[in-house]
Every structure is written in C-alpha cells, then in structure tokens.
C-alpha cells in the first residue's frame, strides 16, 4: 500500500525540542522531493519545510528557519522534521507530503500522511 | 509571499447542487494552482494539479479552471462524500502558500 506514517509528535514546553519521523512505504521513495505542512488548531494548512531527492537542498518556511531541520534517509525511506527552540505557535497537526512533478513543472502534494500532533505549552 | 484568497469561507450546499469555490492570488500565479480536499480525521487530498488537471483517480465531477490570478473548484453535483474543506495551493513560487479554505456543509 502506499502510503505515509508520521510518529514522534507529543507535549513539549516551549524551548523543547521534538524531532517527528515519516515512514514511506508502497513506492519508490528516493525520486521524490518531500515536504512537511502543519496546521494549527482552527486555522488553515501552511508549507514548513521540503528537501530534494537527495537531501542535497533543503528549504524553510520564514518562521521556522534556524529552528526546524528537515532531513531524510534514502536506505530507511524515511524523513524527518527536527524541531528546536519550539514556540507556542508552533502547536498543530504536521502532515508527511510527497511533492509529485507532472509535465516538468508542475508541482503538487500529492500524498499525505495522517499527521502527527505536536502540542507546545507550558 | 503570494497570498491566497479563497471565498466564500463557507457555503451551504445539497446533495445533487453544484458548488464553485473560488480562490484568488496575489499576483499573477499562470496556472500553477491546486485544489485539495481535506475531511475530519483523515489526510488531505490532493484533487487537481496545474488548475484544471484532474488526478486520477478523483471523480469527474470535480473541475478546475482560470489562470492568472482567479482560480473556480466546482462540484458539477455534490455527493454525500464531498462534505470537507477545500483549499487552494500556488505552486508557482516559493514559499508554496495554500488559501484559507472554504467548507462546503450541508
């Protein structure tokens, strides 16, 4: 089946660190870019992070650049999301996404996972 | 960043209507815009790419159209299953920005 696993969300104080995890299974995982999107509590869904097939360039959304790190391992077929310095607007549900290209150039999520949820609070 | 606009926030449909969902960019995107469908407790739903490409697999009852700035999702008659939230997505520059979201309820 092909799908995404995410795990390691959890309850952290703000200033904690979490470091999320996203399993693929059911395709050829090294061809894909990947990219994690979040959505807070009552809001709607926003772009986090994305890395290239070979984990050579990764980018950032502004509001979590020099605290997030997103890396992947090829061997493992997993990604992951390593959070620092986490922030109460950090709260929300983080979804796993495959980025597919069509014609070149075109771009889209088109496989998510079931999210994991990160709660930040003291 | 381009920002996404997305109208009405919520609308109020029957079973067998047709619904439009528009969606609007802050400057000119050509037509790298995507159109997902979200329900409660389940992951997103990627239904159409590149403004009006259907995925497969996604019913042809789902349509995508525009170009430029101004973006329609419509629903030619809505099922049961089509009850969700609804987002917009530019793909066209980085940072990718998704709209707010428009719930379609019955």
């Known amino acids: 089946e092909v799908q995404l696993v995410e795990s390691g969300g959890g309850l952290v104080q703000p200033g904690g660190s979490l470091r999320l995890s996203c399993t693929a299974s059911?395709?050829?995982?090294?061809?894909?870019?990947m990219s994690w999107v979040r959505q807070a509590p009552g809001k709607g869904l926003e772009w986090v992070a994305n890395?290239?097939?070979?984990?050579?360039?990764?980018y950032y959304v502004d509001s979590v650049k020099g605290r997030f790190t997103i890396s992947r391992d090829n061997a493992k077929n997993s990604v992951y999301l390593q959070m620092n310095s986490l922030r109460v607007d950090d709260t929300a549900v983080y979804y796993c996404?495959?980025?597919?290209?069509?014609?070149?150039?075109?771009?889209?999520?088109?496989?998510w996972g079931q999210g994991t949820t990160v709660t930040v609070s003291s | 960043d381009i920002q996404m606009t997305q109208s009405p926030s919520s609308l109020s449909a029957s079973l067998g209507d047709k619904v439009t969902i528009n969606c609007r960019a802050s400057q000119s995107i050509g037509n790298y815009l995507n159109w997902y469908q979200m329900k409660l407790g389940k992951a997103p739903k990627l239904l159409i790419y590149a403004a009006s490409s259907l995925l497969s697999g996604v019913p042809s009852r789902f349509s995508g159209s525009g170009s430029g700035t101004d973006f329609t999702l419509t629903i030619s008659s809505l099922q049961p299953e089509d009850f969700a939230v609804y987002y917009c997505q530019q793909s066209s520059s980085s940072p990718p920005t998704f709209g707010g979201g428009t719930k379609v309820e019955t």
């Open positions: 890395i290239k097939q070979e984990g050579s360039e990764m």
């Open positions: 059911g395709f050829f995982f090294k061809v894909y870019k």
């Open positions: 996404t495959r980025v597919d290209l069509w014609f070149g150039t075109y771009d889209g999520f088109d496989l």
